[in-house]
């Protein structure tokens, strides 16, 4: 079920927000989550990530935003 419902979310996301590098940044002492959802409606990455991370905590469901990147080693990258 909880899997269902993380599904659900990342769709309504993909559906009813559109994927902009050119998204506004949020004013001062404004909700982060809260201006991408209720205002420009419109983001990147980061937005969708912590969107979706309190949305599932909403529902109960255990999730945590993590934000960074891995270097493959040189093995991995073939080389």
Do not use: W
């Amino acid at each position: 079920m909880p899997y269902e419902k993380a599904q659900a979310i990342e769709n309504y996301l993909q559906s009813n927000y559109p994927y902009s590098l050119s998204a506004t940044i949020v004013p001062q002492y404004e909700d982060f989550v809260d201006h991408f959802l209720f205002e420009t409606q419109t983001g990147y990455c980061t937005y969708y990530a912590t969107a979706m991370t309190v949305m599932l905590r909403t529902q109960g469901i255990p999730a945590r935003y993590i934000e960074g990147y891995r270097m493959p080693k040189k093995n991995e990258a073939g080389r």
